[in-house]
């Protein structure tokens, strides 16, 4: 009994490890983490250990950029102050490597696995919002439902270009809306720990704490919950 609780809890302990520092199975991620000293400009932050390439990072700043075709411009030309927040965007959802309390499957033919309800600062999408609500748009989530006739996504018929503050109303639904729940919408600050960073100049990256949060927290056997209720039930001789 003793030995199939502790691989129970060596189990855990490697896959919380594991969720700690992994990449996504997607389009464009590494199948593991690690230093790219390349990373361009916006992406820079990620350095250190990243899910993405430089050629990622590259692509991820340029307009209608191989990675997904996908054209900022289709109700007239996007802002330089809001485009820059979708290439951050782009870049935490590239090069993240702290994402993996979020990984769900995904339904999806160009990936395998998603990110859901990241909790996402409140600054960070509140900043987004405040650089994006007088751009336009005709659609309030970005990853279903364009023309792609083109070869890239056009407004389909039916929908009239309007501005983001007509199409999303608030900065809670833009966040979560246009990524189909990728991020959830938080009050927590980018101190406080509990909140995911899409712009961070510290090194080392400070969301993997938060990772580390969310993990420990989460309903199955977390790793300082193995840790001290074992020994407990070892000491009550329960075994
Ligand atoms: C990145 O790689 C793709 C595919 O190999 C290539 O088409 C593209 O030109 C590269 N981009 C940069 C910026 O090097």
Redesign the pocket.
């Known amino acids: 009994m003793r030995t199939v609780i502790l691989v129970l809890a060596l189990v855990s302990l490697a896959v919380s490890q594991d969720k700690l520092n992994m990449c996504l199975t997607a389009k464009h991620h590494k199948a593991k983490p690690g230093p790219e000293g390349q990373l361009y400009k916006q992406c820079s932050p990620w350095k250190d250990n990243a899910c993405c390439t430089a050629?990622t990072t590259?692509?991820a700043h340029n307009d209608n950029s191989?990675l997904y075709n996908f054209n900022w411009n289709h109700c007239g030309t996007m802002s330089e102050t809001c485009k820059k927040h979708f290439i951050q965007d782009t870049c935490f959802y590239e090069c993240s490597p702290h994402l993996g309390p979020w990984i769900q499957l995904a339904d999806d033919s160009w990936r395998k696995e998603r990110i859901l309800d990241v909790p996402l600062c409140r600054e960070d999408c509140e900043s987004w919002w405040n650089d994006c609500k007088n751009d336009f748009t005709c659609k309030d989530n970005w990853h279903k439902g364009w023309d792609w006739t083109t070869g890239r996504n056009e407004c389909p018929t039916g929908t009239q270009c309007k501005t983001f503050t007509d199409i999303f109303h608030t900065a809670q639904n833009m966040c979560e809306t246009i990524w189909s729940n990728s991020y959830k919408y938080t009050t927590y600050t980018k101190d406080s720990g509990k909140c995911m960073q899409m712009w961070f100049t510290e090194v080392p990256n400070p969301n993997k704490k938060v990772a580390e949060y969310y993990l420990n927290k989460a309903p199955s056997v977390s790793v300082p919950a193995s840790l001290i209720i074992l020994p407990a039930l070892f000491s009550m001789q329960l075994f």
């Open positions: 050629n590259e692509e191989y």
